[in-house]
């Protein structure tokens, strides 16, 4: 929902960035505010998902300029660890099996370090129990899942619900969702998605990087930007994502050609 | 899979008169037996040693493992056994146990130490020393065989709720040669576990080689907690042997953490069909430790499973080293033998050495066999990082998942509880 006076979470200015010396991002711009619902979409290897990975800190990414403000703070000093607890949240596109590390230990814990960095008491596991039991609930996935490995043999689509239950624990301000809707056949999706729209609030804002419009038809965008060569070159609302469905993303490229 | 490989030690071009005598050295300082009853044991293990050496990297067998340790230092003739106060450091030591046991059995020095010792229950029967030895030829077992001091030889019958629990203790900072030998006979039908505890008095410089021996009757079920937590001053070379009767079952977990040389020997000949093994090891070497298992498994019968996990952890600079030998004949038709390495390498410095040895002749079988060697993942990492733990965090939660899911399947719940307190202390 599009408040113009809402607070601004996130504001990126002339983001460039590298990984192994091979420019990724060249100058990128974009303002988030508290209610807001973004996507990003654009062809493979436009810059998208290095986008993500930048903004939830990963280490293999190196920013040369520009800056990143989040609540008005500069994102960028922070370790992954700190940014996490501060609300900035990465749904990954590729979730990781760590087997032997309880689904559930690793919830809690992950849970607590947010609670700490609040000031606020460590749930027990009893209270932290019925915490999970009631948000699991939002993505309809099954209590054996806490109790195996984290993502240890779980489907493309039981990662994804997975991810979105650690948002719904984690309450993130900054929710980025990384092609959260790949892998995935309707059913998981609607579930994803639904999940999502649930967790949209007024005082949080939703990133979603998508390659296709499809999730766009559950979880409806404020706006859509269109990225290419590591900057975002056009900015509409969601009649945007149909029209890129329909007409493909060359014509976008001809346009920014056209009026430099 | 071989992952590294290092056979060098100049040890190998010492003339071969030279490592005799460094056998020999060590044979001369074998204490008198306790029991007459042991003479014909050491005798027939002396005629066998003769003319052997010391295993150098040459030798298949100890490719990898540097003795280095051992050879270098200079043994004396051990003291006199269980002194009073020894023995008090002892039950000092041990304390109260956590946990009810059906028998208690307390070496010290590899002398069996009654004052310490418990056996009354119903199913727990003491037995002279002169049981039939099981234990293979092989270098190390004969040198215990023929250093004999003492050995505790006990028959388990029935259902025995509750575990017996064994623990060898090396308590001399002097350094010299200990051989403790443990042989149990679990009789047909028999259910019972077995907990073994090697351990050290403060600044153990002694070389403990010892001998277990387990004997598995018809039906019988074995489980068989194993802990080397020696001083990282001792040298631990330790043989499990262990024989299967037909539909037996053997579950073995063998966690090595102490020492600054081990290794430890762990055979099973299985006799019968319809035997399952089932062998789960965990190695955890800091500092500059060696650690190396080498296991066998002899299917002389057809249709018996094995299932083997093998983890090692290994960080700063020390050395893991693996051998997993499975070994299926043509009598052993339908044989189902699967076996698992992964080590996780903690620094660049540390090193691992993993090699199965499957020699399978028999055509209507089921062996498989694999390896990983890893370090906590970056992507591992940095995932757990954007959920908000720290990156020490992250790596302890690695590591101690790796560590402790190993320990899966250890009773009584209260043992497995300990061991995880034990090794969450050496993994920090």
């Not at chain 1, 930048?54 to 008005?72: F, N, Q, R, S």
Request: charged residues 25%.
């Amino acid at each position: 929902m599009i408040r113009p006076d809402s607070e601004v979470i996130l504001e990126v200015r002339e983001l460039t960035a590298s990984v192994e010396d091979t420019p990724i991002l060249k100058g990128l711009n974009l303002t988030i505010r508290a209610g807001e619902i973004h996507a990003i979409m654009g062809p493979n290897g436009s810059g998208k998902s290095t986008f993500s990975k930048i903004l939830a800190g990963h280490p293999d990414y190196t920013v040369t300029g520009g800056e990143v403000l989040y609540k008005g703070k500069n994102l960028l000093a922070l370790p992954p660890e700190e940014r996490a607890r501060e609300g900035v949240f990465l749904a990954f596109q590729y979730p990781l099996e760590i087997p032997g590390v309880s689904n559930l230990d690793f919830l809690r814990v992950a849970y607590n370090a947010k609670r700490q960095h609040q000031g606020l008491d460590e749930l027990d596991a009893f209270d932290f129990d019925d915490l999970v039991r009631q948000k699991i609930e939002l993505v309809k996935l099954d209590e054996g899942f806490l109790n195996r490995g984290v993502n240890e043999g779980f489907s493309g689509g039981e990662k994804k619900r997975n991810e979105i239950l650690q948002m719904a624990l984690l309450e993130p301000t900054l929710a980025i969702l990384d092609e959260t809707d790949s892998g995935l056949d309707i059913d998981a999706l609607r579930i994803v998605a639904n999940g999502v729209n649930q967790l949209s609030r007024p005082d949080n804002c939703i990133l979603l990087i998508t390659h296709y419009q499809r999730l766009l038809d559950y979880i409806v965008p404020d706006y859509v930007h269109v990225m290419e060569g590591g900057r975002i070159i056009l900015t509409g609302t969601k009649e945007l994502a149909l029209e890129l469905e329909a007409r493909g993303y060359d014509w976008v490229r001809e346009e920014e050609v056209a009026t430099p | 899979m071989t992952i590294t490989v290092n056979a060098n030690s100049d040890q190998a071009d010492l003339p071969k008169a030279s490592r005799a005598n460094e056998l020999n050295d060590l044979l001369t300082l074998a204490p008198p037996p306790r029991h007459a009853e042991l003479e014909p044991l050491r005798q027939a293990a002396r005629d066998r040693l003769h003319e052997q050496t010391l295993p150098t990297p040459r030798d298949e067998d100890w490719r990898f493992t540097d003795l280095g340790a051992l050879r270098r230092r200079s043994f004396q003739a051990p003291i006199a056994p269980l002194h009073p106060e020894i023995v008090a450091e002892v039950g000092h030591l041990l304390g109260e146990r956590s946990f009810p046991t059906v028998a208690q059995i307390v070496l010290i020095d590899g002398y069996f130490c009654g004052e310490l010792s418990r056996v009354n229950a119903t199913g727990v029967e003491l037995l002279p020393p002169s049981m039939p030895a099981i234990a293979p030829a092989e270098i190390f077992s004969d040198l215990n065989s023929a250093m004999l001091a003492d050995r505790v030889c006990l028959r388990l019958t029935g259902h025995l709720a509750e575990p017996v629990e064994v623990f060898f203790v090396s308590s001399r900072q002097q350094q010299s040669v200990v051989s403790p030998r443990l042989s149990i006979e679990v009789a047909a039908q028999g259910q019972t576990t077995l907990v073994e505890h090697f351990l050290s008095l403060t600044g153990d410089q002694q070389f403990t080689n010892s001998v277990t021996e387990l004997s598995l009757g018809t039906s019988a079920h074995l489980r068989h907690v194993r802990i080397q937590h020696q001083s990282p001053t001792a040298i631990h070379i330790g043989c499990t042997t262990v024989c299967q009767a037909q539909d037996s079952h053997y579950e073995g977990h063998a966690i090595d953490l102490g020492g600054c040389l081990s290794r430890h020997n762990w055979q099973v000949q299985i006799y019968g069909s319809g035997s399952q093994t089932i062998l789960k090891g965990l190695a955890i070497a800091r500092d500059s430790q060696i650690m190396d298992t080498h296991s066998a498994v002899f299917f002389n019968a057809p249709h018996s499973r094995s299932e083997q996990i093998h983890k090692c952890i290994v960080g700063d600079r020390a050395h893991g080293i693996f051998n997993g030998r499975v070994v299926v004949p043509q009598v052993a038709q339908l044989t189902d033998a699967k076996q698992l390495s992964r080590t996780l390498l903690l620094s660049d410095k540390a090193r691992v050495d993993t090699k199965p040895q499957l020699e399978i002749v028999a055509d209507n079988v089921k062996c498989s066999h694999g390896a990983t060697v890893s370090q906590p993942a970056a992507d591992e990492l940095f995932y757990l990082r954007s959920r908000g733990l720290d990156e020490q965090e992250a790596k302890t939660l690695i590591v101690k998942a790796f560590a402790l899911e190993q320990l899966t399947g250890i009773e009584p719940q209260i043992l497995r509880q300990e061991l995880e307190g034990v090794l969450l202390a050496k993994l920090h």
